[in-house]
DNA sequence: GCCGATTTGTCCGTATGTATC
DNA sequence: CGATACATACGGACAAATCGG
């Protein structure tokens, strides 16, 4: 980003995770870190905001902003945030490739919208892929995109990635993702694509995204082996 | 709360749930809500800012606040936010029990430093706990707290609510926490305590909370059959 | 296409409150 | 009690995006 709170957030984050700041210990307090960075009080706050709502730290009023983030080793596929699939994989160092199994235009019905989300009448464009690690079929994505807001869009780009599309190509912005973690018996259907082994369950996760118009342009439920699944999340009281 | 943003946070919240301002359509302006609420502009902001990421609402630049929340018909046991075991029963209207099966003072160990986050020599408590709704044992929690900041706490007290106890009788604040949410195989001892049916699969949620020190003041795994799991999340870009 | 009004986003400086030490 | 540090709140300024005339 190009804003100021933000880059003094990523500065701020990277010194974390190098361990310059390390766990339990103090940031500098305000008043010096608006000589370090040169900017205003509030500019200061808003970043240990976005820091805190991160898990990275914890302001204590009258003592000071605590790191409480800690170095994890987290040996499978890491979720939070909002990031893309391929970016998740890279961070997690595997190899990742991506099958398109299905690729068709629908109109949402009254069972289709009551599951999705989507309007009746909604022109859809569902999707079903398959993500390989390692040669493994480990997840299972059927999605539902809205089909007015990716025009162009065809299965070799969906091999891809269909956000780097989105926000490189159209242009657009994803912006809020509500998500759903459950876990679901492993179908036949489940079974005919997916490497599973000899788990009869999965963790399912469903998504819904919204872009920066406030659209809900996509719906997926993304159907994980449960060997290869972790789903990361830090709340913090009265945010 | 007493504090301002947070009472037009919850005000506006309210209405959202209560269908005054509706999925897909903008609450008024910052220069309204400025009158309406008699306050600065930078306070109407912060309220707004926690309604968003709590997933009700998307500003867009130019237009508006957007709602995009839809209140969801969610039948089973939903987690998010921070909050009590008996707060999120209650929420969903059911009848909830609690049975300490272990109840004992350890000291932590390099391994179970290593398992739990703690460190070496930490005087801990550790708790095995059933969560029964409508008497079926469908929770079963094994948590280690830090015994120097829970003086007094009894088997009883567990059965009840043991963040009620910390937050009222011992005046501790419950600030930040991280979560992890994974899908293991049931081992005998699950069985041994949980009504588990045929499922050979659990929802397992590991939980590390911080106290308003910064202190880990707890390390909670929470293994939930999977029929009456549903964990969700909301998340914003950039934030 | 341009301009002005509206609305949200960022940033600043200041004041005051509250908790810690 | 005073110094330090975070928390809340205010008011003002300008930027960026949108929309209507």
């Known amino acids: 980003m190009r804003t100021i709170y933000y880059e003094i957030y990523e500065d701020l984050r990277d010194k974390i995770l190098e361990g310059f700041y390390r766990y339990q210990t103090y940031i500098p307090p ?5 000589h370090l960075y040169q900017c205003s009080h509030n500019t200061i706050r808003k970043s240990i905001s976005v820091l805190m709502l991160h898990g990275f730290v914890q302001p204590i009023r009258g003592k000071g902003v605590l790191v409480i983030y800690r170095p994890e080793r987290r040996a499978n596929f890491v979720l939070g945030d909002i990031e893309t699939f391929k970016e998740a994989a890279a961070r997690n160092g595997l190899e990742a490739q991506t099958q398109a199994l299905v ?20 022109e859809l464009l569902h999707l079903e892929r398959v993500r390989l690690f390692e040669g493994k079929a480990l997840i299972r994505d059927k999605s539902y995109f809205l089909a007015s ?19 490189g190509v159209l242009g657009m912005r994803i912006v809020t993702s509500n998500r759903t973690v459950t876990v679901d018996y492993a179908t036949a259907d489940d079974r005919a694509v997916m490497d599973l082994l000899d788990f009869n369950m999965l963790a399912v996760v469903t998504n819904h995204t919204f872009n920066e118009q406030g659209v809900m342009i996509e719906c997926t439920q993304s159907r994980h082996r449960p060997d290869f699944f972790t789903f990361h999340d830090t709340a913090v009281r009265g945010y």
Chains 1, 2 share one sequence.
């Open 149 to 167: 807001v990716f025009p162009g869009l065809t299965p070799r780009i969906a091999e891809d990635s269909v956000y780097a599309y989105a926000e």
């Open 30 to 34: 305000e008043s010096q870190l608006i």
């Open 103 to 122: 690729f068709e235009h629908v109109v949402a019905d009254e069972a289709l919208a009551e599951l999705t989300g989507f309007m009746t009448g909604d």
